[in-house]
């Protein structure tokens, strides 16, 4: 947990500076750490919030919502609804978190509960390597398959932006994810492992190529996934 309000420390019984810094697992207790967990996986492959139900020591079982904090993918935001809080006795009318909020279309009348960190992965050297090898494994299949260029690529699964350098199409981003001296503090790992995917769906690959494409991009999510709420 990086950060919490208030009222998702009087949901907790526990004072803010007590429960930032903790494992999620220490503050809920393994079985619902563990639905966390599941609920992480579920954000990270369909990209859109996940409902889910927690205990809270302070009112009972309580419907939450996991999204990703706007502002940066590798933080989560759980939320508890304000008619749920209110009905554990919290106030009704929402309070300022502090937080960045959901673009208004997708807003809801909340009190935020808690933010959880998935960051550890990425400051891993270890972690930013093996990125950096599906990235390159992902691109040499893609070339290998009909020949063509990361700029098809980036094109045609528009995960990637194309910019015009002097003429010359470029892809920059792209590019700074093919080599660890220019990979960026903070990689955006959804983002090679969504174009990993993006080239088992669309290429025809033989059979070791395919599942030693879907071994590294599995692996990645698996190292997230255990780090995220340990």
């Not at 954000?43 to 409902?51: P, T």
């Not at 309580?62 to 706007?70: I, K, V």
């Amino acid at each position: 947990v990086v950060a919490l309000n208030a009222a998702a420390a009087r949901l907790l019984g526990r004072p803010r500076a007590a429960v930032a810094g903790l494992p999620v697992s220490a503050v809920f207790g393994p079985a619902p750490a563990e639905r966390l967990q599941q609920a992480l996986a579920e954000l990270d492959e369909a990209d859109e919030a996940v409902a889910l139900s927690l205990d809270f020591p302070n009112g009972g079982a309580l419907p939450a919502r996991l999204t990703l904090l706007e502002s940066d993918a590798d933080v989560a935001l759980l939320r508890v609804p304000s008619s749920a809080a209110a009905a554990a006795g919290e106030p009704a009318a929402a309070e300022d978190d502090g937080f960045d909020s959901p673009s208004p279309s997708t807003a809801l009348p909340v009190l935020p509960a808690a933010v959880l960190a998935a960051e550890s992965p990425v400051d891993s050297e270890t972690f930013r390597r093996d990125l950096v090898e599906l990235m390159l494994c992902t691109i040499e299949a893609w070339e290998r398959s009909g020949g063509r260029t990361r700029i098809d690529l980036a094109e045609r699964s528009r995960i990637w932006r194309v910019t015009r350098d002097d003429g010359r199409l470029r892809v920059r981003a792209m590019e700074r994810y093919l080599n660890l001296a220019k990979l960026p503090r903070r990689p955006r790992w959804r983002e090679v492992v969504r174009t990993a995917y993006f080239v088992l769906a669309e290429c025809r690959l033989d059979a070791a190529d395919r599942d030693a494409l879907r071994r590294r991009a599995e692996s990645i999510q698996a190292r997230v996934r255990q780090r995220a709420l340990v």
